[in-house]
């Protein structure tokens, strides 16, 4: 059984809370913003130096520090046979807004690297993974879907699309049948397959890696 969890998104598009006793000097080293991540969901030691003045804490996700929430889970055992859930998050990253705006635009004075912020669109996503496994064999990934969106209304209406699938979907059935017609997908490019799914599904296609700066 999959439970949906009361995680919900920060409404926020920007942080506008600036850190505190920190002057512009103590950000001239380019590690406070080394490997910025233009379109996924990484933070930078500067992010989450205002993730927490922000009160929206972030979490370890693999290697990387994020504006992670848990989305859906099993509730009894986790299966090791057949359809289970690889993963299932809320995704978020924040732009930047009022006085913590004004506090980066005086931080890339001395380190214009701080720009990369500075000019940051933020956005919600939604990352979804079911797979499947069985005593033949066989393994697979059912369904994986990502959409990322600068809209609060359309990310949650993504969301609540998602769902709706998950709850209604008979997923022992659905991975039966992708068996079934595995010859339709399994040589599909990765774009061609996840289009090929997400109709199987009646979901919308998925959109992510989006363009961050404005």
Do not use: C
């Amino acid at each position: 059984m999959i439970e949906i969890t009361n995680e919900t998104f920060y409404e926020n598009q920007t942080w506008n809370k600036s850190l505190i006793w920190r002057k512009p000097e103590v950000f001239t080293s380019p590690e406070w913003v080394d490997l910025f991540d233009q379109n996924g969901y990484r933070l930078t030691l500067l992010e989450q130096e205002y993730a927490y003045a922000n009160n929206q804490p972030y979490v370890l996700h693999g290697d990387q520090k994020a504006l992670r929430k848990p989305w859906m889970k099993h509730v009894d055992r986790y299966p090791t046979t057949g359809p289970h859930i690889n993963h299932a998050f809320l995704f978020e990253r924040k732009g930047y807004s009022g006085v913590a705006l004004d506090q980066l635009k005086l931080f890339a004075k001395t380190n214009n690297l701080v720009n990369k912020l500075v000019n940051y669109r933020g956005k919600w996503g939604v990352d979804f993974s079911m797979d499947y496994v069985d005593e033949n064999g066989n393994s697979m990934e059912i369904l994986h879907f990502e959409y990322d969106s600068y809209n609060y209304s359309e990310i949650q209406e993504v969301k609540r699309k998602v769902e709706e699938t998950v709850v209604t979907v008979d997923w022992t059935l659905a991975a039966k049948l992708l068996l079934e017609r595995k010859a339709e997908w399994i040589n599909l490019e990765f774009f061609e397959q996840s289009k090929w799914k997400t109709d199987f599904f009646k979901l919308p296609a998925e959109r992510f890696k989006m363009a961050a700066w404005e």
